[in-house]
């Protein structure tokens, strides 16, 4: 539920400030996104990166994620999630 919120919250304050497919490779979508650090806007932001594979049985999965906050080395962040929902809702995927 955090995450959502958080996620949420990115997004409605315009921090995610780029997303979009960095490259087609067969089945797989690679993603980047760079998303201002709240604690600190003038600080270089997060760079946001991740594969996301879509199969014809499976549809659309996630391979990979990372982030460069400390929560995101774990491949789980605030930041990522925002990045998903986004690409969920463009249809960028």
């Not at 990372?66 to 080395?73: F, H, M, V």
């Amino acid at each position: 539920m955090f995450l959502s919120i958080g996620s949420e919250r990115l997004l409605n304050a315009s921090h995610l400030i780029l997303c979009g497919i960095e490259e087609k490779c067969e089945a797989n979508l690679n993603i980047f996104a760079l998303c201002l650090q709240t604690s600190a806007l003038s600080s270089p932001p997060h760079e946001i990166s991740g594969i996301i594979k879509n199969s014809v049985e499976n549809g659309m999965s996630v391979t990979s994620m990372s982030c460069t906050c400390k929560a995101g080395l774990g491949g789980t962040c605030k930041h990522i999630a925002a990045v998903l929902l986004y690409c969920t809702r463009l249809s960028l995927t």
